[in-house]
């Protein structure tokens, strides 16, 4: 059996952010986003992307995907909290950076903002966009850790 360990780190950090949110931000007053711990209450993630190039098939995939669940789920009168984002960390995003000649966090401003906007193009109806490079997530970060 051949194992995509890529696919698999990015469900292993998707876990991360949806475990971020429920314990972090719908928890802490200044991310509070009036969802409680209830069983009608639905939380879904896409993996968070790494914006080391433009998105591709695979990340339309992904995103509709987690809509067409998001939906429904709100289709069936629970109430829905979807999110998204990018994650601006690692070694592929500095050399694409440098590839571009960029500094690393400037190139992901412009490579994000192209995922975010894929969100619009492609119509998702996600609650959030969250990136790695965040204040708000630095923050949940270090509080967890």
């Not at 500095?94 to 492609?122: H, M, R, W």
Request: hydrophobic share 40%.
């Amino acid at each position: 059996m051949i194992v995509n360990t890529s696919y698999e780190v990015e469900i292993l950090w998707a876990f991360v952010e949806l475990v971020l949110y429920q314990f972090y931000y719908l928890q802490n007053p200044i991310f509070r986003l009036d969802f409680e711990m209830k069983k009608d209450n639905f939380y879904i993630t896409t993996p968070i992307y790494y914006p080391s190039g433009v998105p591709h098939m695979g990340h339309a995939y992904s995103s509709i995907l987690a809509d067409v669940f998001a939906r429904f789920k709100r289709a069936d009168n629970c109430n829905v909290f979807f999110l998204t984002g990018t994650d601006e960390h690692g070694l592929k995003i500095q050399k694409a950076a440098e590839k571009n000649g960029l500094e690393p966090l400037i190139y992901c401003d412009k490579i994000s903002e192209v995922f975010k906007n894929l969100t619009t193009k492609l119509n998702l109806s996600n609650d959030d966009f969250i990136r790695t490079t965040e204040n708000r997530h630095h923050k949940a970060v270090n509080d967890i850790w």
